[in-house]
């Protein structure tokens, strides 16, 4: 049973839209319906996470792009495609992984000028907030003992405003609020693409997740504690 009877359009909270119980498939069917945000009204749909419902690592980027909002699945577009490739060379399998975006509708604006393309516009904080509860349902359910953040926007859902993806990538963080679990932070597949020198870019990219398959391995960095944080609500 959904608790969306109670929303009001418009309201910056997915909360009233989430099942009151169930496992990811329901929460995955409970989305498809979410007007937690405005962002519903242009996408042609929500991406919710896929893959392994009980990954021992769960990759978090910021939200869906073009492919992604037209085919309904995350990370299927030249990022995602990029993506694979740098998680075969870091020794992670897709295939057991599970995936997902802080945002799960895709937001854009287009221009006319460029053929009516739809050309990605960065989720606002007040959104990001919004769609955290999704997020944070996905990580309790899955269960994963390592996240890895994909660009700065996964990396302030996880880690808070603070976050800063120059700072803080490549390091194996622990979880706020969360014993065992960690966080391991790197830049958005997107932005290879985008990078002057697209060859030093990926291999930074495949570097920080390598930390993630250490971590994974149980080797690497000595595991920092994550501290306990009393939970509201």
Request: charged share 25%; net charge neutral.
């Amino acid at each position: 049973m959904s608790r969306s009877d109670d929303a009001s359009a418009g309201a910056y909270d997915a909360t009233p839209f989430l099942p009151d119980d169930g496992e990811l498939a329901a929460y995955r069917r409970a989305a498809a319906d979410c007007r937690g945000c405005p962002l519903y009204a242009n996408a042609t749909q929500t991406v919710f996470g896929s893959g392994d419902t009980s990954a021992r690592v769960l990759l978090v980027g910021e939200q869906p792009g073009d492919q992604e909002d037209r085919q309904g699945e995350p990370f299927v577009g030249p990022a995602g495609h990029l993506l694979d490739r740098a998680l075969t060379e870091a020794g992670i399998d897709r295939g057991t992984a599970y995936v997902t975006n802080a945002v799960k509708h895709f937001k854009f604006t287009v221009l006319p000028e460029r053929g009516k393309r739809r050309i990605h516009k960065a989720p606002s904080l007040r959104e990001l907030s919004a769609c955290k509860p999704w997020l944070r349902a996905e990580l309790d359910l899955v269960r994963p003992e390592v996240v890895v953040a994909l660009g700065a926007t996964a990396g302030k859902a996880l880690l808070g405003s603070s976050f800063r993806v120059t700072k803080d990538r490549g390091s194996l963080l622990p979880m706020p609020g969360a014993d065992e679990q960690y966080v391991v932070a790197t830049v958005h597949p997107s932005a290879i693409l985008r990078a002057d020198d697209r060859e030093a870019a990926y291999a930074g990219l495949v570097s920080d997740l390598k930390v993630a398959a250490r971590a994974l391995n149980g080797q690497g960095q000595e595991r920092p504690r994550a501290p306990k944080v009393r939970q509201s609500g």
